[in-house]
């Protein structure tokens, strides 16, 4: 499902991006060296997909050996179970990418900070509910699926963190939108990628600590806040319009 999302979001961008006219002064961007950035970004896009699998091989011998194999499988269970609730965001991180994306082709750069804001806040709230039924139930669901009994308690607290990150993750995915609408792969590769190797590298080092499934997936939520940190702070870079918003332009938009 997430590589589906994935194409239909590459097909959106070449679509719309394709479609820039470059007027001298009208503030729409040109197509100048579009096949040059489109190349780039496709091998940015297999480079974010291979580096952190290449982390991940390296380092999951290490976790199952100071964990154990139950409570690795475990953990690989509570990180999982999110993953089946991510249609939550209504398809917002695909809205997002091609509104934005046409915005962006137009030079609309207003426009492209108002889509990204409206589709952050529909995502929040769409995915409150999941990650609320998650957290409070948390433990009713380790029991359901059989997790073993000394390790309900810390499955059920991972499950907590998890829903957390849950949602950190929905809005990261929209929040990249400026970037991809720009074709900055290298940009969005190196922060969600970035993200997914330093888990896969710090888990093993705070297992070998003592650590457990509760600080494994606890380095998996700061990685979320930072990777979401970042794509706010880039795409804020990249568009200024994204966070200008006053409430004199609420009243000049509404009459």
């Excluded at 496709?42 to 991940?56: D, I």
């Excluded at 091989?57 to 179970?81: D, K």
């Excluded at 433990?139 to 499955?155: G, R």
Aim: proline content about 3%; overall charge positive.
């Amino acid at each position: 499902m997430a590589a589906e999302k994935v194409k239909f979001r590459e097909k959106h961008l070449s679509d719309n991006i394709v479609s820039i006219n470059s007027s001298a002064g009208n503030g729409v961007p040109s197509t100048a060296g579009m096949t040059t950035k489109v190349v780039k970004g496709s091998l940015w896009t297999m480079a974010g997909q291979v580096l952190p699998m290449a982390a991940s091989f390296v380092s999951i011998p290490f976790i199952i050996r100071f964990l154990g194999s139950e409570a690795y499988g475990v953990l690989v269970l509570v990180t999982l179970i999110p993953g089946y609730f991510i249609f939550a965001d209504f398809g917002m991180n695909i809205a997002s990418t091609k509104f934005g994306s046409e915005a962006y082709a137009e030079g609309a750069k207003r426009k492209e900070g108002e889509i990204v804001r409206a589709a952050a806040l529909i995502a929040f709230l769409s995915s409150l509910p999941v990650a609320a039924g998650i957290f409070i139930f948390s433990f009713e669901i380790a029991a359901a699926l059989k997790v073993p009994e000394y390790l309900q308690n810390q499955a059920s607290v991972a499950l907590k963190i998890t829903a957390a990150t849950f949602v950190l993750t929905i809005l990261a995915s929209i929040f990249n939108t400026p970037q991809l609408a720009r074709l900055r792969m290298d940009l969005n590769t190196f922060i969600n990628a970035g993200g997914r190797i330093l888990v896969s590298l710090a888990v093993p080092f705070v297992l070998y600590f003592g650590g457990g499934i509760i600080e494994a997936v606890s380095v998996a939520l700061i990685a979320g806040c930072l990777v979401l940190a970042g794509h706010i702070l880039v795409s804020g870079n990249l568009l200024k319009e994204l966070y200008q918003f006053t409430k004199q332009q609420w009243i000049m938009d509404n009459g």
